[in-house]
């Protein structure tokens, strides 16, 4: 699969971009930004106009398997970045936020256009390639961090993307079953005691493993029971993770 990529400087959101010129672009199709100024990231929360972030979003037409899209995008993100760092653990907060050090490093964002019977997915994903520690704490993201901080490593931010788009491009063709297993591998969450947050309210309960759509699969006191990401967070005890 060869990836038609567009390299803008600064966009409002590299996922509104598709959105807007979706029609006439290939499937495929991968946007980057050195600045995006409105992003925003999973239940409406804001992602912060910065240039130390990588931000780009892959076009995928009418794939066969769309409710994983997302699950797929975190392998990708891992592989890739696993590829250029061999001796890091990166690790998948269920269900696509992207882990290294304690630190969440990346985001993702994937959205649905309907036409008819058939359905796009946009899936935008966010690196934090080079801020500084300053950064996260000034902006009250404690959790953040980026390669450079974490690593000293900064890779070729436009490199980086495609690598991940065509990884990306190939799981979602297979679907989630086909990267199941490298997923579970990285998900930090699976064997923890988690609070579950729903419309406010907070529960805790073991996270015991994830079934092949993607749902987290948690029990409690009142037995076993299945965790839709589109319905509600997942936190650790103690923190973020």
């Known amino acids: 699969m060869t990836i038609n990529h567009i390299a803008l400087d600064e966009v409002d959101s590299t996922n509104n971009y598709l959105k807007q010129h979706r029609a006439e672009l290939p499937d495929g199709t991968l946007v980057t930004a050195a600045l995006q100024t409105a992003g925003k990231g999973r239940r409406g929360h804001d992602w912060l106009a910065d240039r130390g972030m990588l931000p780009f979003s892959l076009l995928l037409k009418n794939p066969p398997h769309p409710d994983t899209v997302t699950l797929c995008a975190a392998v990708a993100v891992c592989g890739a970045l696993e590829e250029l760092l061999p ?29 008819g019977s058939s359905m796009d997915v946009i899936c935008g994903i ?90 987290l699969v948690c029990r409690d006191e009142t037995g076993r029971f299945e965790v839709n990401s589109g319905e509600v967070s997942v936190r650790g005890l103690l923190g973020y993770i």
């Open 126 to 215: 966010g690196i934090n390639i080079s801020q500084t520690e300053e950064f996260f704490q000034t902006a009250g993201i404690p959790h953040g961090g980026s390669l450079k901080m974490l690593t000293g490593f900064v890779p070729d931010r436009e490199t980086l993307a495609r690598e991940i788009s065509r990884r990306l491009y190939e799981y979602s063709r297979e679907g989630f079953p086909a990267v199941s297993e490298q997923y579970i591998k990285h998900c930090l969450t699976v064997g923890k005691t988690v609070r579950i947050i729903e419309n406010g309210r907070e529960r805790e309960a073991f996270a015991e493993g994830i079934e092949p759509n993607g749902f």
């Open 87 to 115: 001796k890091e653990s990166f690790g998948i907060k269920w269900p696509n936020d992207i882990i290294l050090r304690g630190h969440k490093l990346c985001g993702i964002l994937c959205e649905s256009v309907c036409f």
